[in-house]
């Protein structure tokens, strides 16, 4: 696993407010590794995701995403590089009156003119790849289901197969099980997981769980306070680095 697909060098993000969220963070990021970033809320993890595919505009430093200079990217070429870069979020962000398979085929949008997305005009070779996508995450029977009617678990999946319409290179997954029951956790991140072996797509994966991050992880980067603390196998975060990443008085709280 030596060729990278990203480069992250002395990344800098300031809002508006003044607050400096990320303090010069440099890092690579390896084809189908599954990186996972831990911390505490507010340490920066969102932030970094989302300079990745430029939701948010960063203040300093670069991002190579694949040798592309993402920090100059405009336009078209921003919106090519979203393509190839899957988004999941915590609160699964589905169209909540249509069905499963339709919102599974919005993943396909970056790549359709806008008319025919509308419109709603998709080839039946990409309903057919939305159903096996549907499949790969255990849900081809509720392709015409209403995505709200479906429990948190199974929404969460409905966006992995969202994402997966993009064919994308990397998937960014932005504390994907957060708002799930601890069983409904391991099923959603052994889809990641499947994804990743089975496809070779990079994830990069903000989790707050040391149970999931070492069960899943092939690699940990620890940020606090905006600045990177920790880059290594999860098997290395022992009882120092778990206070000094979380502070002394934290106490692990295990997913079984």
């Known amino acids: 696993m030596n060729d990278k697909i990203l480069e992250i060098n002395n990344l800098h993000k300031i809002y508006p407010t003044g607050f400096h969220a990320l303090k010069g963070v440099s890092f690579d990021v390896y084809k189908g590794e599954?990186?996972?970033?831990?911390?505490?809320?507010?340490?920066?993890?969102?932030?970094?995701?989302?300079?990745?595919?430029?939701?948010?505009?960063?203040?300093?430093?670069?991002?190579?995403?694949?040798?592309?200079?993402?920090?100059?990217l405009k336009g078209n070429e921003l919106n090519q590089l979203r393509t190839r870069i899957g988004m999941i979020f915590?609160?699964?962000?589905?169209i909540p009156g249509k069905s499963v398979l339709t919102n599974v085929l919005t993943g396909r949008l970056g790549k359709i003119s806008t008319m025919k997305g509308i419109l709603g005009l998709f080839s039946k070779s990409e309903i057919e790849e939305a159903k096996n996508n549907l499949k790969i995450v255990g849900l081809?029977?509720?392709?015409?289901?209403?995505?709200?009617?479906?429990?948190?678990?199974?929404?969460?999946?409905?966006?992995?197969?969202?994402?997966?319409?993009?064919?994308?290179e990397i998937i960014l997954a932005d504390e994907p099980v957060a708002s799930l029951d601890p069983a409904t956790s391991h099923s959603v991140m052994k889809y990641l997981q499947e994804i990743n072996k089975q496809?070779?797509?990079?994830?990069?994966?903000?989790?707050?769980?040391?149970?999931?991050?070492?069960?899943?992880?092939?690699?940990v980067i620890a940020l606090k306070g905006g600045e990177l603390i920790y880059n290594g196998l999860p098997s290395n975060i022992d009882e120092t680095w778990f206070?000094?990443?979380?502070?002394?008085d934290a106490m692990e709280v295990t997913i079984d």
């Open 34 to 72: 599954f990186l996972v970033v831990i911390g505490l809320s507010g340490s920066g993890k969102s932030t970094m995701l989302r300079c990745i595919n430029r939701l948010h505009d960063f203040t300093q430093g670069s991002i190579l995403f694949d040798k592309l200079d993402v920090g100059n």
């Open 90 to 94: 915590q609160q699964f962000n589905l």
């Open 140 to 168: 081809e029977s509720k392709a015409n289901e209403r995505a709200d009617k479906l429990s948190g678990g199974q929404q969460q999946r409905v966006a992995i197969a969202r994402a997966l319409m993009q064919k994308p």
């Open 199 to 219: 496809f070779g797509v990079t994830v990069i994966c903000n989790l707050h769980f040391l149970s999931l991050v070492r069960q899943y992880a092939t690699r």
């Open 243 to 248: 206070r000094q990443i979380y502070g002394e």
